[in-house]
């Protein structure tokens, strides 16, 4: 409270003193905060704010971790008729709202019209929900802890997948981008959005059971645990917030059980879906830090990734396994500005359980500073009992990347710029038929990678998917390849790839069995794939939901989603591209939202459902 009340007395002068104190450098353009994406917000705080706030001779400046207390209406406001209105003239539009929407944590406007008593579709009553299949339900990233995103018994079969039709739609209301992946669950769907808010839907209809405000806004795919025993146990759904925040509520009415923050850091934040396992919460934190850090006015660079172990009855910390060592001050740049390093390593997937060796494996980023340490773009596996590091693969050495150090650099930049290339994507735990066991991941250049996680991650094959005439095409940071992940069904693994393609490739030797075009040339598809017995589903930046076979990759089904709906709870809703998130699949339908718009301009708000006709 404290902190609110000094950031609001000061708040004019001091947002004001940054915006006319630090310019963009060449090298940090106006695109990064006016192509429409939440994302793009904290690049023009970096570019045009940062020159006072969080700097130590403008002691009057609130400090940004006040100001993202702050709500968007708030901040807009200030910029736009406030007393530093003068300064917000030199934004667009665009970056104003983008500006807000970053810092608070949601969509300007959000804050009441997401509230389920504000909309329509109520479900006529609540019963006591049933416990969790793990068999049929789709819980979290993937129906299980391996991260296969494979749903063995999905109650659809491929000869009905063809059929599929529009059940129903739900639209978020104020929402600027639909990223969260929806969790089904015991005949519910539980999703989380950019306004904050968090939702239990029925399956069958999409009628609305409760909503939840979090405190900012909910990427991460949400999942649904047992804690406690006897006449005190009850089902929690667990995820976490663009302000690193993880959360436990009780999955039957949406009531707050705890809320525990997982990391400081200003721009720390929960991207991925926690994975919950014999009552634990395996909890990833990401960041924003690289987005714009070569601005000189920014003391690059502090953030790094981790992941936490949680109690998932009480939020309590059980232990924090960090990517790399804690920075240190390295040298001050033209500008006076203290720099810092190392950083970067930020951990975009959800971690995958190892019950056999008792461990956690997941991948992490880039380095935001110069040299990379070797757990940078690596797979990183630590003890479950207490986070220490078991081992590591890295599978891009020397990647230190920050954003706006091309064409032209500053001395924030590495001293080597490294291609970007991220480990995005969830490792995939498969046992192959005779007992052998390997972990598969995918890079951003089009590599299939599997590690043995019985042998402290030996590499045991790897395959280039990409046909060799789109690998030319690709220069980083554009990889061509794997981002958000792929599926595996004991056989195969099958990905989307960002050059509009799609692959297969056998388990136990990497062979490419198949790799198809599906998608015009300069449109992404990879998102995140899903599969059932037969079929592989994959959305694309082109708002087309298709469904290929899994023996060759010909498409069996798809729906351009990139139009308006009616919707369920009578909001507005349309869909756009989809570029992270996968579609779900259980009980008979496939679920699906569409509107991705982190940094593009393809945005959305709404989740579809499908059944057969």
């Known amino acids: 409270?404290?902190?609110?009340?000094?950031?609001?007395?000061?708040?004019?002068?001091?947002?004001?003193?940054?915006?006319?104190?630090?310019?963009?450098?060449?090298?940090?353009?106006?695109?990064?905060?006016?192509?429409?994406?939440?994302?793009?917000?904290?690049?023009?705080?970096?570019?045009?704010?940062?020159?006072?706030?969080?700097?130590?001779?403008?002691?009057?400046?609130?400090?940004?971790?006040?100001?993202?207390?702050?709500?968007?209406?708030?901040?807009?406001?200030?910029?736009?008729?406030?007393?530093?209105?003068?300064?917000?003239?030199?934004?667009?539009?665009?970056?104003?709202?983008?500006?807000?929407?970053?810092?608070?944590?949601?969509?300007?406007?959000?804050?009441?019209?997401g509230d389920y008593s504000a909309m329509g579709g109520h479900c006529p009553s609540n019963p006591a929900m049933g416990a969790p299949d793990r068999a049929a339900d789709w819980n979290g990233w993937s129906p299980g802890v391996d991260n296969a995103r494979f749903q063995a018994r999905p109650g659809l079969t491929a000869a009905e997948v063809p059929h599929l039709k529009l059940k129903w739609a739900f639209g978020y209301p104020d929402g600027l981008s639909s990223y969260g992946q929806p969790t089904v669950v015991a005949g519910r769907v539980f999703v989380g959005t950019d306004t904050g808010y968090v939702y239990a839907?029925?399956?069958?209809?999409?009628?609305?059971?409760?909503?939840?405000?979090?405190?900012?806004?909910?990427?991460?795919?949400?999942t649904v645990g047992r804690i406690g025993s006897g006449a005190h146990a009850r089902y929690g759904l667990f995820f976490g917030d663009f302000q690193a925040n993880a959360y436990g509520l009780d999955a039957q009415t949406g009531r707050q059980l705890w809320v525990?923050?997982?990391?400081?850091?200003?721009?720390?934040?929960?991207?991925?879906?926690?994975?919950?396992?014999?009552?634990r919460l395996y909890v990833p934190v990401s960041s924003s830090e690289g987005f714009a850090a070569a601005t000189l006015d920014y003391p690059c660079c502090t953030s790094r990734g981790s992941v936490s172990a949680l109690d998932a009855a009480t939020g309590r910390k059980i232990w924090k396994a960090w990517t790399m060592p804690a920075p240190v001050p390295t040298r001050k740049n033209a500008k006076g500005v203290q720099l810092y390093g190392p950083g970067g390593g930020p951990v975009w997937n959800s971690p995958t359980v190892d019950p056999v060796r008792h461990a956690i494996y997941f991948g992490t980023g880039d380095a935001s500073t110069y040299p990379a340490p070797p757990t940078t773009d690596s797979v990183m596996a630590v003890d479950m009992a207490t986070g220490r590091e078991l081992w590591h693969y890295q599978t891009v050495a020397g990647d230190s990347f920050l954003g706006g150090c091309t064409p032209t650099r500053t001395e924030n930049c590495p001293a080597k710029l490294g291609p970007d290339f991220d480990i995005g994507n969830s490792p995939i735990l498969q046992t192959l038929p005779g007992g052998r066991r390997e972990l598969v991941v995918g890079t951003k250049d089009g590599y299939v990678l599997a590690l043995d996680p019985d042998r402290r991650g030996r590499l045991l094959w790897k395959v280039q998917t990409l046909a060799p005439e789109d690998k030319a095409r690709f220069r980083p940071p554009s990889g061509g390849g794997i981002y958000w992940g792929g599926a595996a069904d004991g056989s195969?693994?099958?990905?989307?790839?960002?050059?509009?393609?799609?692959?297969?490739?056998?388990?136990?030797?990497?062979?490419?069995?198949?790799?198809?075009?599906?998608?015009?040339?300069?449109?992404?598809?990879?998102?995140?794939?899903?599969?059932?017995?037969?079929?592989?589903f994959l959305g694309g930046m082109d708002g087309r939901l298709r469904a290929l076979a899994m023996d060759d990759g010909r498409e069996l089904w798809s729906f351009d989603t990139a139009r308006s709906f009616p919707t369920v709870n009578q909001v507005p809703a349309h869909g756009g591209g989809m570029g992270s998130a996968g579609p779900t699949v259980s009980g008979g339908m496939v679920f699906v939202g569409s509107g991705y718009a982190v940094v593009g301009d393809r945005s959305g708000n709404v989740l579809l459902a499908f059944a057969p006709d």
């Not at 006319?20 to 990064?32: D, H, K």
């Not at 999409?206 to 405000?213: A, E, I």
């Open 1 to 113: 409270m404290r902190k609110l009340i000094a950031a609001a007395t000061v708040l004019g002068a001091a947002l004001a003193c940054g915006l006319v104190a630090a310019q963009p450098p060449p090298s940090a353009p106006e695109a990064a905060g006016s192509g429409g994406g939440t994302e793009t917000g904290f690049a023009v705080f970096q570019t045009r704010c940062m020159g006072c706030h969080g700097n130590p001779n403008v002691p009057q400046a609130p400090q940004p971790s006040a100001i993202r207390q702050m709500s968007p209406e708030r901040i807009y406001a200030a910029l736009t008729t406030g007393p530093m209105q003068a300064q917000g003239a030199s934004l667009s539009e665009d970056q104003k709202k983008m500006l807000a929407a970053f810092m608070s944590g949601r969509p300007l406007g959000s804050t009441r019209s």
């Open 201 to 222: 839907l029925d399956a069958r209809t999409g009628c609305v059971y409760w909503s939840y405000k979090a405190k900012a806004a909910v990427r991460s795919a949400v």
């Open 260 to 279: 525990t923050r997982v990391d400081d850091h200003l721009v720390a934040r929960v991207t991925a879906g926690p994975t919950f396992y014999q009552g």
């Open 492 to 536: 195969n693994v099958y990905y989307g790839l960002e050059a509009g393609a799609a692959a297969a490739v056998r388990l136990g030797d990497g062979k490419r069995l198949w790799y198809r075009r599906i998608a015009e040339t300069g449109e992404r598809t990879n998102a995140a794939a899903s599969a059932i017995p037969g079929v592989m």
